[in-house]
């Protein structure tokens, strides 16, 4: 079992920042795949982000790409996404997600892939 807890969310005029944390808990970090999926109301779970066991690996969605960035710190337990010119369309619930990469790189743009989910944060982003 793997716990994950988001953090970092909040509310940002469009144009600014954010840093999203997940931690992890519960198993070697470093064993997982992790990734970043978003949920507005009303819409379907959308692919933000996933990185790579060792962080070599990085992959975002076109809406995203250019403006975030996902990263990993294996020592502490913690994959972050550094958000930057968020736009309202980029209001939704985060949330982390973990595999024990079961699957080629390939499947981890889709939600179903991942084994383990944090609870998600609010990200609102005002025009």
């Known amino acids: 079992q793997v716990q994950l807890v988001e953090s970092g969310g909040g509310l940002v005029q469009a144009g600014g920042s954010l840093r999203l944390s997940c931690a992890a808990s519960?198993?070697?970090?470093?064993?997982?795949?992790m990734g970043w999926f978003r949920q507005a109301p009303g819409k379907e779970r959308e692919f933000v982000s996933f990185?790579?066991?060792?962080?070599?690996?990085?992959n975002y969605a076109d809406s995203v790409k250019g403006r975030f960035t996902i990263s990993r710190d294996n020592a502490k337990n913690t994959v972050y996404l550094q958000m930057n010119t968020l736009k309202p369309e980029d209001t939704a619930v985060y949330l982390c997600?973990?595999?024990?990469?079961?699957?080629?790189?390939?499947?981890?743009?889709?939600?179903?892939?991942?084994?383990?989910w944090g609870q998600g944060t609010q990200v609102t982003v005002s025009s």
């Open positions: 997600a973990a595999d024990g990469g079961r699957y080629n790189y390939n499947y981890y743009f889709w939600s179903q892939h991942y084994e383990y």
């Open positions: 519960g198993r070697p970090f470093s064993n997982y795949v």
């Open positions: 990185i790579s066991k060792t962080g070599s690996i990085t």
